[in-house]
Nanobody, 123 residues
Framework: QVQLVESGGGLVQAGGSLRLSCAASGFIVRSYNLAWFRQAPGKPRNFVGAITSNGGSTSLVDSVKGRFAISRDNAQNTLYLEMNSLKVDDTAVYYC????????????????WGQGTPVTVSS
């Protein structure tokens, strides 16, 4: 049974930090590219960043560059998102996703999804 379970979300003040984790199981995690998306209320699900299957390459959207970092531990089948200097606009539900074939900003290219973890940044 494929599972992606996010954790680490919560309420934080602007300027603060959070570290999200995504524990994956039920598939060969090290063979998949992994990504983070986020969805604010009433808005579409947007790409945050991705990392290749071997962790050798990462991609982040411009709005989080310099503040967020994406990493993975294939020995632990876990994906991470380190978020620093958080802004109110970062408030959203954060989802992890896995893609067998592509590292993409399109949700349509991802095969598996987690249930999301909410992040709220207060001013």
């Amino acid at each position: 049974q494929v599972q992606l379970v996010e954790s680490g979300g919560g309420l934080v003040q602007a300027g603060g930090s959070l570290r999200l984790s995504c524990a994956a199981s039920g598939f060969i995690v090290r063979s998949y590219n992994l990504a983070w998306f986020r969805q604010a209320p009433g808005k579409p699900r947007n790409f945050v960043g991705a990392i290749t299957s071997n962790g050798g390459s990462t991609s982040l959207v411009d709005s989080v560059k310099g503040r967020f970092a994406i990493s993975r531990d294939n020995a632990q089948n876990t994906l991470y998102l380190e978020m620093n200097s958080l802004k109110v606009d970062d408030t959203a539900v954060y989802y992890c996703a896995a893609s067998r074939y592509s590292i993409s900003s399109s949700p349509m290219d991802y095969n598996y999804w987690g249930q999301g973890t909410p992040v709220t940044v207060s001013s």
